[in-house]
């Protein structure tokens, strides 16, 4: 099955987005930077955005250098009545957080929908270990540094939306990358600042503990720990995202059944005749077994498959993945918490 964008699009009525500001794309951005850099946030306007541009969008939802776009008019949506999908209005409180580099480190909490919740991201591989290496154009393709960009876009999400997030694999240098090529690189450390070992199970190991250290700071509130991940297959094997759980966790059952049905739930709005094909299925991961937070394990694709990392590749629908992840995040917060 083919892979096409994550980018959901909800329609408005035509006057409620009529009488908007029109700005000039520059090199390089996309919508996730344009909306930042205009101040609004892509969890609740990228939808927007897109349907007030679409004749004037690129392929796969690609903005075009030197040529203008209508912003969403903020005014005229705050009276739209919120979709399920629309995060409550600000509560006006700033946070900074450098690890998200400069253009994304100031972060407006957008509503206390994750209040009390902790969780703790981890993206696969790292330091020494790239994982998975697939090809884009005659580029490598990093399964680290993706799935990183990936959860760094989810870590914050969740931020937005009140909850407490740590980043167990971390790295100093690279924030949220609006690129498609992504700079391989092996500084990444593990939390809080700890040498990534080349040894696997040590590299586990070393993970494992520190998300276990900080679940006894917080005992006694909701906590998730969250694996980003992006499978090696055959070059013919196109998949879905999918998930793993413990197969001793009832909790983790449920989760992962939540983020998946809410991603097939954002694909039957946006691509109705796609179908999807993710799975919820339990496996012996060391991270998974061993963390002592309910764990969810997420493979984003298969790495060798072409349509798959042209997926990843795109930052936009980086973004969008972590927007669906968070909106699902949300639901097992709420029905759990």
């Not at 990183?148 to 100093?172: P, Q």
């Not at 297959?233 to 197969?247: A, C």
């Amino acid at each position: 099955m083919t892979f096409v964008l994550f980018l959901a699009i909800i329609l408005l009525p035509f006057n409620s987005l009529s009488q908007s500001k029109e700005v000039v794309a520059l090199k390089g951005d996309g919508i996730y930077r344009l909306l930042t850099r205009h101040g609004l946030s892509s969890a609740e306007y990228m939808d927007d955005f897109i349907t007030l541009n679409k004749s004037n969008l690129g392929r796969n939802n690609t903005l075009l250098a030197g040529v203008k776009y209508k912003l969403p008019d903020t005014a005229k949506l705050q009276a739209t009545p919120a979709s399920s999908s629309t995060p409550s209005k600000g509560t006006g409180k700033m946070v900074h957080y450098d690890i998200f580099g400069s253009e994304y480190a100031d972060i407006e909490i957008l509503s206390n929908n994750l209040k009390g919740a902790v969780y703790y991201l981890v993206g696969g591989h790292g330091g020494p270990d790239p994982g998975a290496v697939g090809k884009y154009n005659g580029n490598l393709v990093c399964e680290d540094e993706y799935a990183y960009d990936v959860t760094l876009r989810l870590a914050r999400r969740l931020i937005e939306e009140g909850a407490t997030v740590y980043m167990i694999t971390r790295d100093k240098n690279d924030g949220i990358r609006d690129a498609v090529t992504l700079k391989a690189d092996k500084d990444e450390v593990c939390y809080p600042n700890l040498t990534i070992p080349l040894n696997h199970t040590r590299r586990l190991r070393q993970r494992t503990d520190a998300v276990n250290q900080l679940y006894k700071k917080h005992k006694g509130s909701f906590q998730r720990m969250i694996a980003v991940h992006i499978d090696s297959r055959g070059r013919s094997e196109n998949i879905d995202i999918f998930f793993y759980h413990d197969k001793r966790s009832e909790t983790g059952e449920k989760a992962c059944k939540i983020l998946r049905d809410t991603i097939e739930k954002k694909y039957h709005e946006v691509q109705p005749n796609r179908g999807y094909t993710g799975t919820v299925s339990t496996r012996p991961l060391y991270v998974v077994k061993n963390t002592w937070p309910t764990a969810i394990f997420i493979e984003l694709g298969n790495m060798n498959h072409e349509r798959d990392v042209k997926r990843l590749v795109i930052p936009d629908n980086r973004q969008a993945v972590a927007n669906w992840l968070a909106l699902g995040l949300i639901k097992d917060f709420s029905t759990n918490k």
